[in-house]
């Protein structure tokens, strides 16, 4: 933010150009999302889902077996909807989950951080992006490289953050 006020105040940047770098479908997407997720928290629907989750998973079930399948959950939703939207839908589920289950939140929630992202397998990543037009990279070779990572950075992900809690 300083740094484009800084721009704008000594005229490197005008006011209608910083206006037109604006993605305004990624702002619009967040501006639905976000009351999305404090609806599923306020309302008890993050706590319900996790409820009955627990409820039909088999007894006995380690816990990191449920951190990472949530880690592969907001993979998912962060291939589909952004990474910011991903966490915001994510986390009172996830948290919800580890009270339910006898987990730690904090350890969920910074799991959900951390999941959301891990996006190797589309140009829809920053750095994913300004490597792929040079290279020449298609959608095929971003898939086959990036799938087995994102799926090694999962699994070095919920390991590290359970040897920390």
Do not use: C
């Not at 933010?1 to 479908?25: C, F, H, N, P």
């Not at 009955?52 to 998973?57: A, D, G, I, N």
């Not at 959950?73 to 009270?99: D, E, K, Q, R, Y």
């Not at 037009?133 to 950075?153: E, F, I, K, N």
């Amino acid at each position: 933010m300083t740094g484009v006020a800084g721009m704008l105040v000594t005229g490197v940047l005008r006011m209608d150009e910083a206006y037109q770098a604006i993605s305004w479908k990624t702002v619009f997407l967040m501006a639905g999302l976000i009351p999305l997720g404090w609806a599923m928290d306020s309302s008890g629907t993050a706590a319900w889902v996790a409820g009955h989750t627990v409820e039909r998973l088999p007894e006995g079930i380690p816990i990191w077996v449920l951190e990472l399948a949530i880690a592969l959950l907001t993979t998912a939703f962060s291939l589909v909807i952004s990474h910011v939207g991903a966490t915001i839908v994510m986390v009172p589920l996830a948290i919800n989950l580890a009270l339910a289950a006898g987990g730690n939140p904090t350890a969920f929630a910074l799991i959900v951080a951390l999941s959301a992202s891990n996006n190797f397998m589309t140009a829809s990543n920053p750095v994913i992006a300004m490597i792929t037009g040079p290279a020449g990279y298609t959608t095929q070779t971003l898939w086959r490289v990036g799938a087995p990572l994102s799926l090694l950075y999962l699994l070095v992900a919920v390991a590290m953050v359970n040897l920390l809690f």
